[in-house]
């Protein structure tokens, strides 16, 4: 199914913009074995990724001005990046909004992009679809400006973008976006951030 995403996001891009895309990114959602409502009161909750994931499709445009294509919304947006962010009418793109706000705000510097994006992970599922959006997309920017933004930074980050949209979330969603492996789930103390990895097939629910 994920192969069928890709393709198509893929293809959608060269559609669109008439060239392949520079960098392709696959961000997952993530179920919650243990811990619900408890990363935002610093506790420990053990989360993992899942194979439902959003496929971003990046390019560098040469310009001051990206353009983001939702294709499942059929929407789209484009933001001058040298203007000051704020909030929009749009729910959809504050996530996106926010992002390039905390990039700006923490003195990346990187220019204008095209980017759309498709996903197979059902919105308002509980499968924490926000958190793949603003990770995936930061994660895509990273790489294509070659920023060195360390993972753990990206989930801090896309954290700190949902805050701004004016969801309180903590930090359980993002961190599984960004850190999580397959057949793994992760421990994490959300107090400190410390983490560890366990055997999916080892965890037993009472």
Same mark, same amino acid.
């Given at each position: ?15 669109? &913009? ?8 696959? =961000?997952?959602?993530?179920?919650? $074995? ?38 499942? &919304? ?19 793109? @504050? ?5 390039? @706000? ?15 994006? =498709?996903?197979? $992970? ?14 995936? &997309? ?56 410390? &983490?560890?990895?366990?055997?999916? @097939? ?5």
């Amino acid at each position: 199914m994920n192969d069928i995403l890709i393709h198509k996001t893929n293809a959608f891009f060269q559609e669109t &913009f008439g060239s392949s895309p520079e960098k392709i990114v696959l =961000s997952p959602g993530r179920i919650n $074995i243990i811990g619900e409502h408890i990363d935002y009161n610093d506790g420990y909750v053990l989360p993992a990724a899942i194979d439902k994931i959003i496929c971003f499709a990046f390019e560098k445009n040469n310009t001051g001005t990206s353009k983001i294509i939702a294709i499942d &919304f059929e929407d789209e947006f484009e933001i001058n990046l040298s203007d000051t962010v704020a909030l929009d009418e749009k729910v959809w793109t @504050n996530y996106l909004r926010g992002v390039i @706000n905390q990039l700006k705000i923490n003195g990346f510097v990187f220019e204008g992009f095209n980017c759309v994006f =498709s996903s197979n $992970i059902p919105v308002g599922s509980g499968l924490s679809s926000s958190a793949a959006l603003e990770c995936g &997309f930061l994660y895509g920017i990273n790489v294509l400006f070659n920023l060195g933004i360390k993972p753990i930074d990206i989930a801090l980050m896309g954290q700190k973008s949902e805050h701004w949209v004016g969801i309180n979330c903590g930090i359980m969603d993002q961190f599984s976006s960004v850190m999580g492996q397959e057949n793994k789930v992760i421990k994490i103390d959300c107090r400190t951030l410390e &983490f560890e990895y366990h055997e999916a @097939n080892l965890v037993i629910i009472r």
